[in-house]
């Protein structure tokens, strides 16, 4: 085993009791537009001089008496960017691509979460979707007619970019996908017989995250992912989860019934019914860790959930617990929060200053939406209030970092090379 050295990981240490958080719900991610071009900016002179713009950028942004980390600390922070299916012409042309990843590199990203999993469909030659019968095709670049993930992941590492593919649709298909259609004894559902849920992804049903057989198939998407491509990881965000009131079909039943002597509450909040789907969600994350191991030792399996309130109570997503366990090896939490108030109390949270201290941990900053620009010192803010915590960051998603924007392109490009004048490397073993 080798290393590879996209920057220093933070050491593990002894495992640690994070608390349980109550709260209230939260937003869920949005989806956002695409840019046209970008600006080159390699400059000899940068890395000195980076340095120095942005120790004062840092000492002008902070707060009294807030912390200001020094260069060093900045060395290991996480600085990702989520490539999603609204980035999707920028994977799939190879030149927007080496341009896309050429930029992050000059501007001292140091990951890319390429998104592989959305709608039911994946983004890789997979034989799991082809036994299934739900992906007749197979999704290539072009020119060359490229596999895209291999496209990405090559690319990325030439210039130092650590490649954390991203499963983002996690449980979730749309009703109409052929995995939907092909295994309805998958799909679960409410106490009233509903299926269909509606969020920023529009509508869907969701996998039965209980059933042997959707377990499988997902942990074989993933072994397939590591086992292809040379890859640093993978991700799940918050829908490796279920919404509380789901988990009514009959199979779900059953279990319950098998497992407790009792009946399934009519209740969805029925607190012993909650732990019991929430510990059952966690212990499939556990299998999900163990297949990264055993795929690629090394490999990290990152989890971006949303604030633990909201990610429990709502979600069933036990993301605390999974950090205890050892079972991620990455959170990246995500605060899509319009207000610096609400999104600095979300950055505090015990739970999350708990994270930090056992693995490396960030937060998800809003670049922009369609019809909601978000200006470049907004953006500012919250990369120096995360600093401030102790925390790195990641931006939903790449296009809106250049796009849906009220700044001319020149300062939208001049606030960016601002948010990292310096490199922060990651290591990964391989």
Do not use: C
Not at 160 to 175: A, Q, R, S
Not at 206 to 221: D, G, S
Not at 246 to 275: C, H, I, M
Request: glycine share 6%.
């Amino acid at each position: 085993m080798g290393l590879r050295f996209f920057g220093l990981r933070r050491p593990s240490h002894s495992s640690i009791a994070l608390p349980l958080a109550p709260g209230f719900r939260a937003g869920v991610p949005p989806q956002g537009t695409k840019p046209d071009s970008r600006t080159r900016i390699r400059q000899p002179w940068l890395t000195l001089g980076s340095f120095l713009v942005g120790l004062l950028l840092a000492l002008t942004l902070a707060s009294p008496g807030a912390i200001v980390p020094s260069a060093q600390a900045q060395s290991t922070e996480i600085r990702g960017v989520w490539l999603t299916s609204n980035d999707m012409d920028v994977m799939l042309d190879q030149s927007k691509l080496t341009e896309a990843l050429d930029q992050l590199a000059d501007l001292n990203f140091n990951t890319v979460y390429p998104v592989v999993w959305n709608s039911g469909y994946v983004l890789y030659p997979s034989t799991t979707a082809q036994q299934e019968e739900i992906q007749p095709f197979i999704r290539r670049g072009y020119p060359g007619d490229y596999d895209v993930l291999a496209e990405v992941t090559t690319q990325a590492h030439r210039r130092g970019l650590m490649v954390v593919p991203w499963f983002e649709f996690g449980f979730m298909t749309p009703p109409s996908s052929e995995l939907a259609v092909n295994h309805p004894q998958w799909i679960t559902q409410r106490s009233n017989g509903t299926k269909t849920w509606t969020g920023a992804a529009g509508e869907v049903v969701w996998l039965n995250p209980f059933h042997p057989e959707v377990q499988q198939f997902l942990l074989n998407l993933v072994a397939e992912a590591l086992n292809q491509y040379d890859v640093d990881g993978i991700q799940f965000d918050d829908h490796i989860s279920l919404p509380f009131e789901f988990g009514y079909d009959a199979y779900t039943r059953n279990l319950y019934y098998q497992e407790t002597g009792n009946p399934v509450p009519s209740n969805p909040r029925n607190p012993s019914w909650v732990k019991w789907r929430a510990d059952k969600i966690t212990a499939f994350v556990g299998r999900l860790k163990q297949t990264v191991q055993a795929k690629k030792p090394g490999a990290i399996l990152s989890i971006a959930p949303n604030p633990y309130d909201v990610a429990y109570n709502t979600y069933l997503q036990d993301w605390v617990t999974w950090v205890n366990r050892n079972f991620a090896d990455e959170i990246i939490v995500q605060v899509y929060r319009h207000d610096m108030g609400s999104f600095v109390n979300q950055l505090t949270r015990p739970e999350v200053q708990a994270t930090r201290q056992k693995i490396p941990t960030g937060v998800g900053v809003l670049t922009g939406l369609r019809t909601k620009p978000v200006p470049i010192a907004f953006i500012q803010s919250k990369v120096q209030a995360a600093r401030n915590a102790g925390l790195g960051v990641s931006f939903f998603y790449y296009e809106s970092l250049w796009e849906t924007t009220a700044e001319t392109p020149a300062d939208r490009l001049a606030g960016l090379q601002e948010l990292f004048p310096w490199p922060a490397q990651r290591m990964a073993l391989r």
